[in-house]
């Protein structure tokens, strides 16, 4: 079955520190995986996409690793600002239809 | 540019009543999605158009949800009659295109609450 399984479910940190966020999926055959950021009472917004061939990509603060391999990714977030307070969102694309996580909530306090 | 519209924002509803909700794609976007997000999961489609026509609803509840995109740009989805685990953030998001790498742009979402 495809799964995508998310970890913490939720987090708080402060202000100006780092943290990471984990994704692990079962998902196969698969084409991109995205991290989406959704602030409450809003739609989810892309923040990176990578293929299977891709290892890192970066969105300003934002920095996504995927090992195809293991079948994981994280978002890893640097310096982190009061704004970045959201659930976090991994999204796994196999052939048919998305397959979206639950999500990680982040709250960021000052 | 602006982005993709949804109304209303809330609704509060009885069970066995009916409900619609409205959404307006980013202009030129082919693709429209209809999406639900029970509290605490992350969104499953519901319906996936591409123009106006259906490309995958496979994951519709089709006796009591139904959905259309007549002339391929706003869309409607309709709840009859609403059960209580219908109580959902229902999302809409639009894309250029269906394209495995394509960017999906999502609405505010209209959060319903039956009662």
């Known amino acids: 079955k495809n799964q995508v399984e998310q970890s913490p479910q939720s987090l708080i940190i402060l202000e100006g520190k780092n943290c990471t966020l984990q994704c692990n999926y079962t998902v196969s055959p698969f084409s991109n995986l995205r991290w989406y950021k959704q602030d409450t009472g809003r739609g989810p917004v892309s923040l990176t996409i990578?293929?299977?061939?891709?290892n890192t990509k970066s969105n300003g603060r934002y920095t996504a690793t995927l090992d195809a391999d293991t079948k994981q990714s994280s978002l890893h977030i640097t310096a982190s600002q009061l704004s970045d307070s959201a659930s976090y969102i991994c999204?796994?694309?196999?052939?048919?239809?998305?397959?979206f996580g639950a999500g990680t909530r982040l709250a960021v306090h000052p | 540019e602006a982005g993709v519209a949804q109304s209303p924002r809330y609704k509060i509803i009885e069970k066995r009543q009916s409900v619609a909700f409205w959404c307006n794609p980013i202009?030129?976007?082919?693709?429209l999605y209809w999406y639900q997000q029970i509290l605490g999961q992350g969104p499953k489609l519901l319906i996936q158009?591409?123009?106006?026509?259906?490309?995958?609803d496979s994951q519709l509840p089709k006796d009591r949800f139904s959905a259309e995109r007549l002339k391929g740009v706003d869309s409607t989805l309709k709840i009859q009659p609403a059960k209580l685990e219908d109580s959902a953030v229902y999302l809409c998001?639009?894309?250029?295109?269906?394209?495995?790498?394509?960017?999906?742009?999502f609405g505010s979402g209209t959060q319903l609450s039956v009662l």
């Open positions: 998001a639009s894309s250029k295109g269906a394209n495995v790498n394509e960017k999906l742009f």
């Open positions: 158009f591409q123009n106006n026509g259906v490309v995958d």
């Open positions: 999204v796994v694309r196999p052939p048919r239809w998305l397959i």
């Open positions: 202009s030129g976007h082919a693709t």
């Open positions: 990578m293929t299977f061939s891709e």
